[in-house]
């Protein structure tokens, strides 16, 4: 079954609402990774997590926040959404007994209208 | 600049030949890995490398620390192999990945 799950798979949102992906995770991983994927720019690090409790920015993380409640959740929240985050997200695990090899999640579409 | 640079940026093959893609890094980095995105947007894992050569199957990747770049050969190229290959590179020290833009291929019959 699939390791790293990731809800809603489509979301429509309008300028200016909250937005919450969410990603969970069964491989036990320590680390999460939530990304973006726009056509031209392959997937950028927009925040990332070494364990329950700990956030950190990745290179694109203004506008978006994290939380990592627990060692198989990881959320990424949208304040204030805009248009310009419009996107395919992406949620991977990884840990350092394998060198944070990563492993994916299937995407979130997200439209901010 | 780009700091991983994937070359070249689209590809059409013709089924049953031969090809090599390329991933150029203008950062440190001990890891590697080499990601297929299917038509349907999954993003599967290819290759996960050190230095080295691994193969699997009709697919074979190299990393090359000391030259900085990674090679991913396709042979006999299947109507499956269509889709979009990514590699990653891992920054040294700080376990972030920084990924190349892609490899669009189109396998046609």
């Known amino acids: 079954e699939a390791a790293v799950t990731q809800s809603p798979r489509n979301k429509v949102a309008v300028t200016g609402g909250k937005v919450t992906l969410s990603c969970n995770q069964t491989?036990?991983?320590?680390?999460m990774y939530w990304y973006r994927q726009d056509t031209g720019h392959g997937l950028r690090l927009i925040h990332y997590?070494?364990?329950?409790?700990?956030?950190e920015k990745g290179d694109i993380p203004d506008g978006y926040k994290a939380s990592r409640p627990s060692q198989e959740n990881f959320s990424l929240i949208l304040e204030l959404a805009t248009p310009s985050q419009t996107s395919v997200y992406f949620c991977?695990?990884?840990?350092?007994?394998?060198?944070?090899?990563?492993?994916f999640g299937p995407g979130t579409r997200l439209t901010v209208l | 600049g780009d700091q991983v640079k994937q070359s070249p940026s689209a590809l059409s093959l013709q089924e049953g030949t031969n090809s090599a893609l390329r991933c150029n890094f203008s950062?440190?980095?001990?890891?590697v890995q080499w990601f297929l995105q299917n038509p349907r947007g999954s993003l599967m894992n290819l290759f996960y490398?050190?230095?080295g050569t691994k193969e699997n199957g009709r697919l074979k990747s190299t990393f090359n620390s000391k030259e900085s770049y990674s090679t991913l050969h396709i042979r006999d190229a299947q109507l499956e192999d269509s889709g979009t290959y990514f590699c990653?590179?891992?920054?040294?020290?700080?376990?972030?990945?920084?990924f190349g833009a892609g490899t669009r291929l189109k396998v046609i019959a």
């Open positions: 997590s070494y364990g329950a409790g700990s956030t």
């Open positions: 490398l050190v230095p």
């Open positions: 950062i440190a980095t001990t890891t």
């Open positions: 991977a695990s990884g840990d350092w007994d394998r060198g944070f090899e990563q492993y």
């Open positions: 990653a590179a891992e920054n040294t020290g700080n376990y972030k990945y920084v």
């Open positions: 491989n036990n991983h320590n680390n």
